[in-house]
């Protein structure tokens, strides 16, 4: 059934939660479907969500039992969704109110997409919030994009493919076995490559959803823990070398996706010679932003790796 099913995982967000919904329900193009689905939270979450379920017929809740973590709590709304596309929310971020009327338009005009995606919007959890939208490509209006321009823009330039901001068509989440769980916080990043390196997808240059940048969130504990790091590519590079699409896996390194990493690729690379292969072309992507980075360090200033529009300082809702 064409339309657009919304997942939103949570797991002791209760406090995030209704900025979260708040936002979902003054979009343009309102969701068909919102499945929240409640990690066995221990906080008030259940009880929030159960109040916005009284407000809105569009929202429904689903409980894990027990705990089972991000991706399987996702993987299971993937299957739970009954519409055409889905869209994803971390239960502490935002998304602006253009967001699904800018995608689903151009998914009706463009049935075959695989995925749409824009920019993305990061935000101290500090009221009155201030936006600083990333932006990873210059154009004015959106385009769409074939696989092999898809490879050369993310070879050649910021572009970047942000689940926070996708669309995904959802026929293509299962066919691609939805999130993998041993990628762990990269889940994500590989299924946008499995679908954006095989399939048609559109690209909206405006901001469309807003991360908020938490301390103790799952992403920024992970990238703090080198061990962990080093599991993660491994796992990473492991499903890779599997990957039985020989022309994916050509495609994957053309595209020079592992890049996208942080910087801490680099390390992994250069102490796991059987993966020397991509190592130059990492290198030469990612120095120069490493040489930005430090300089902008040096001048006691944060300047981020991309083109930065000025910030917003009205409040989303």
Request: proline share 5%; with cysteine.
């Amino acid at each position: 059934m064409f339309g657009l099913t919304v997942i939103i995982p949570n797991y002791n967000h209760g406090k995030f939660l209704p900025e979260a919904l708040d936002s979902l329900l003054v979009q343009r193009y309102l969701p068909d479907e919102i499945l929240i689905i409640d990690d066995a939270s221990v906080d008030d979450s259940v009880k929030i969500i159960l109040n916005y379920k009284e407000k809105s017929s569009r929202i429904k809740l689903i409980q894990n039992s027990q705990n089972l973590g991000v991706q399987k709590t996702v993987n299971k709304g993937i299957h739970e969704a009954r519409y055409s596309h889905i869209a994803t929310l971390g239960a502490d971020d935002l998304e602006f109110p253009i967001f699904f009327e800018k995608g689903m338009k151009i998914i009706k005009e463009n049935l075959d997409l695989g995925l749409v995606c824009g920019d993305l919007a990061f935000f101290e959890d500090c009221k009155p919030y201030q936006y600083e939208i990333y932006h990873f490509y210059q154009i004015d209006k959106p385009i769409i994009l074939s696989p092999e321009q898809t490879i050369r823009l993310l070879r050649n330039s910021h572009f970047r493919i942000e689940s926070n901001t996708c669309i995904y068509n959802t026929d293509l989440l299962k066919k691609y076995g939805c999130y993998k769980e041993a990628l762990k916080s990269l889940c994500d990043h590989y299924l946008n490559y499995q679908i954006a390196l095989r399939h048609p997808i559109a690209y909206v240059p405006e901001a469309l959803s807003a991360h908020r940048i938490v301390k103790e969130s799952y992403g920024t504990i992970v990238s703090k823990n080198k061990r962990a790091k080093i599991e993660l590519y491994a796992s990473f590079l492991r499903l890779i070398s599997i990957e039985e699409d020989a022309a994916f896996k050509t495609a994957f390194k053309r595209a020079n996706c592992l890049a996208k990493c942080g910087f801490f690729v680099i390390y992994f690379l250069f102490f796991n010679p059987k993966y020397w292969s991509f190592l130059p072309a990492v290198c030469l992507k990612k120095f120069p932003h490493l040489i930005t980075k430090i300089w902008s360090r040096i001048r006691k200033r944060k300047s981020p790796i991309y083109p930065v529009k000025p910030e917003i300082t009205s409040s989303l809702i």
